[in-house]
Every structure is written in C-alpha cells, then in structure tokens.
C-alpha cells in the first residue's frame, strides 16, 4: 500500500486531523508529544521510505524548516514531492499579503522543479488517493 509523509506545520495546527480521515492510503504523522532524537531518526527514516512526501503550511507556522524540507525534496525527488499552503486555519488565523505571495512563489518553485501543488487540501486527498489501489467512495464522504 501507499504511503505518505504528513510533514509541514504542527504548532497546534489541526490539518493532520482533518486531512487524515480523508485519505484512503497509509500515511506517517511525524508529530510526537515529547520530540527525542530517535523521533528525528525515524522521521528522517520515513521521508526516505514513504511514497510520497507531502508539506502543509498553514499560518501557524512558526519555524521554516518545512519550507527548506520541501524545497530540497522537490530537487532531489519531484516525483514523490507535494507542497499544500492553506489560505487559512480553523480559528480564522491567515497570512499578510506579503507571506501568502512569498509562500505562492514556493509553491510554484516546487512546481517548476516538478513536484505537485495544491491550495486545498481535499484536491491533495483526491490526488493520493487516486495513487492508491484501495480507492474507495471518497466524492461520496464529502
């Protein structure tokens, strides 16, 4: 089965969770409670291993590590590289003008260098899910 790598924002950030009931693939949530160095590894391990590697940015980023992780990733492996910038959070929270166009250019880097982009995070589950051989009626739960 399909796997994908659920990296980008964390912060109190909740796509993870809503994100996660809509994929029909196997996925690996690097988000811990207490981050330790075997965290890091297995992480480091999973970007590696999984089929696909995907970074949500919401305006609860804080850190731009995940900036840096999916632009090296869609060098060294566009194929398995998708990048998703959310407009906003659940709580409202968004990006100035100036954020949103600096992290738009990103997304379109990612592009260029061959990786997939999205604004949505329903066409990023329709997207891997259609990679999937266990496709089921996903038009159907939304």
Not at 3 to 31: A, H, Q
Not at 67 to 85: G, Q
């Amino acid at each position: 089965m399909k796997k994908v790598f659920l990296g980008g924002t964390c912060n109190g950030s909740e796509w993870r969770d809503f994100f996660i009931k809509m994929l029909t693939i196997d996925y690996f949530n690097p988000v811990v409670e207490n981050w330790t160095e075997e965290c890091i590894q297995e992480e480091i391990k999973q970007r590696e291993e999984c089929d696909y590697c995907l970074y949500v940015i919401t305006p609860k980023m804080i850190g731009v590590y995940s900036i840096a992780e999916v632009v090296d990733d869609s060098n060294k492996r566009p194929e398995k590289t998708i990048f998703c910038l959310l407009t906003y959070e659940k709580d409202r929270t968004t990006f100035t003008n100036e954020q949103w166009k600096s992290l738009n250019q990103v997304g379109k880097m990612v592009e260029k260098n061959g990786g997939k982009y999205f604004t949505e995070l329903y066409e990023v589950a329709k997207y891997l899910n259609s990679k999937s051989k266990y496709i089921t009626q996903f038009e159907d739960y939304m």
